[in-house]
């Protein structure tokens, strides 16, 4: 049972902005870096967002992340039918002294 | 380019033991901590266990503590997992993951290996 809450799914349209949620505590998200992957179906995950709100280079701009207090975001602007996948939140949990992953959100697009 | 290629994984009972081995190229092994991460079938993600850049810090997940060792040699830029006492739930792919600092807490994972599968059955 993961300490990082997200909702199952979400879905959009082509063109839409989609945002995830990623609930935490001041153990984790409100003391320590979020970051975000994506895993495409039957791939390894890859990552989106790093220290909550930076873009690895070759991460399309469509993509951005942010924080505030024991939560973070997610935002998919612009959606693509190639952004179907499997999205998840990460931190390290100073109580539990290990990193921790979100119940992550399958993305749909409609 | 970044590559990690994981090996050892396959089918063991319950209360046995496996190793499982990731091998590391592309970059400098020494400077970044490595970890393990699984999933289970239809499952999501979950930390197993971290190692710090210099080997000198090891972190474990509440689930396999104590039942789990991970170790590095950075002269082979190779990365270990030994598994003992393994459970039906321990069943998952096990994916070699690059950190991106050499200290493993708060600093995120960053490229993932294509993963092993372990599976435990009697």
């Known amino acids: 049972q993961s300490v990082l809450t997200q909702p199952p799914s979400a879905s959009g349209t082509p063109g839409q902005r989609v945002t995830i949620s990623c609930s935490g505590s001041?153990?984790?998200?409100?003391?320590?870096?979020v970051y975000w992957y994506q895993q495409l179906p039957g791939t390894a995950p890859k990552v989106l967002i790093y220290r909550n709100n930076q873009r690895p280079s070759g991460v399309p701009d469509r993509f951005s992340g942010s924080k505030s207090g024991t939560s973070a975001s997610l935002a998919i602007s612009g959606l693509r039918s190639e952004d179907e996948a499997d999205y998840y939140c990460?931190?390290?949990?100073?109580?539990?002294?290990?990193?921790?992953f979100g119940t992550g959100t399958k993305v749909t697009v409609l | 380019e970044v590559q990690l290629l994981e090996s050892g994984g396959g089918l063991v009972q319950p209360g046995g033991s496996l190793r499982l081995s990731c091998v590391a190229s592309g970059f400098t092994f020494s400077s970044f901590a490595m970890n393990w991460v699984r999933q289970a079938p239809g499952k999501g993600l979950e930390w197993v266990s971290g190692?710090?850049?210099?080997?000198?810090?090891?972190y474990y997940a509440d689930s396999v503590k104590g039942r789990f060792t991970i170790s590095r040699d950075n002269s082979k830029n190779t990365l270990c997992l030994q598994m003992d006492s393994l459970r039906a739930e321990d069943t998952a792919v096990y994916s070699c993951?690059?950190?991106?600092?050499?200290?493993?807490?708060?600093?995120?994972?960053?490229?993932w290996g294509q993963g092993t599968t372990v599976t435990v059955s009697s």
């Open positions: 993951v690059k950190g991106g600092h050499p200290l493993v807490k708060g600093y995120g994972l960053d490229v």
């Open positions: 001041s153990s984790n998200i409100g003391s320590n870096y």
């Open positions: 990460a931190t390290w949990d100073d109580t539990l002294s290990g990193n921790v």
């Open positions: 190692l710090s850049g210099s080997g000198d810090s090891t």
